[in-house]
């Protein structure tokens, strides 16, 4: 919308200047000699300048006199000529600088809108056009409809309360811009503010954004769902972007979308079940462990404990303690709760 305005000032800025260009170039069409005494001879000699020295009058030559006169009667004939079409243009330049201003206060000159003019839609930025567009939307779709770009376009355009700057292409470019910041997603019934009305579809956001890297099995224990409904629900949070999913070896982690990508593994591996249990047990165990008092304690596998215990060793949220001819493992609490306090 913003390039669309620009053009339309720079050609209208164009045209103008062609026309005074033109208008300047008749006008500056200088008389043949024959013509320069009757310029003289037709001009009031009233209006003749003159210099007062010592008392006397000194009258300026032919030449001098034409020189001085020529732009006057120039000036004055082409504003005769030209009057309405001045008169035109003057009105135009007005028009044109009411909207270089406007211009330059809905839109700064380095392009940048400053943060004290966005506002906020769940978590996102929206400029104030987007603001109120994005209102009509949800008024149009409050009536169950479905969202399409070309019907909600039409039907802003003919409220009479849009912004004056939106036309039909401009409020497009506006719902563009909307889409792209997944507040509205073409086809569906909701927004970006409605989507976490479901209490089952909120319950599920939330437990995501508490339990980073959480998965599928953890998801339907927890809240109790069938993986049916789960995966309706996500595939909606999907949609809107309010969570994204991370693979590794073909198991997934679901996230919140503004989580911290850099721990996505160290998430996706603490919240497998059977380490997080070695995790608990450490908890209630600060002295440590050694690696069969683990795998007797939760009544699992020696291989499995070492295969766990050495993917929390890599990121550093144990402390190895050599007892003897055995290792004691336990829990590093400083970056272990300071990795939780990151959530």
Known sequence: MKKRRINRLVVILITFFCILTSIYSISSHKPDNKNKRSIIENYNIENLPFLDTSQELLS?????????????????ETLKE????????SLTGSIIFFDVIVLLKNHPINGK??????????????????????????EFMSNNKVFDKEKVAIYI??????????????????????????????????TRKTILLNSNRKNIYNFIKENP??????????????????KWHLSLLFKFQLIRV???????????????????LIFHTITREKCRKIIELLEKHKNGLQKNQISK?????????????????????????????????????????????SI
């Open 60 to 76: 300026i030559g032919f030449e001098e006199t034409y020189q001085l006169l020529q732009v006057t009667h120039h000036f004055e």
């Open 82 to 89: 030209f009057e309405d079409a001045f008169r035109f243009f």
């Open 113 to 138: 809108i400053a943060e004290s003019d966005l506002l906020d839609v769940e978590g996102v930025n929206v400029t104030k056009d987007e603001m109120i567009v994005f209102n009509f939307i949800q």
């Open 157 to 190: 355009n003919s409220i009479s309360r849009v912004n004056g700057n939106l036309n039909y292409n401009g409020i497009k470019g506006v719902i563009d811009s909307l889409i792209a910041k997944n507040l509205i997603v073409e086809g569906s019934k909701l």
């Open 213 to 230: 890297g959480t998965y599928m099995y953890a998801l339907v224990k927890q809240l109790d769902k069938s993986v049916f409904i789960i």
């Open 246 to 264: 991370q693979s590794y070896n073909g198991k997934f982690s679901y996230f919140e979308s503004s989580f911290n990508k850099e721990n996505d």
């Open 297 to 341: 304690e939760l009544n699992m596998h020696y291989n499995t404990i070492t295969k766990d215990l050495d993917k929390l060793d890599e990121f550093n949220l144990l402390i190895r303690d050599r007892v003897s001819t055995t290792n004691r493992f336990a829990l590093n609490y400083k970056n272990y709760h300071g990795l939780m306090q």
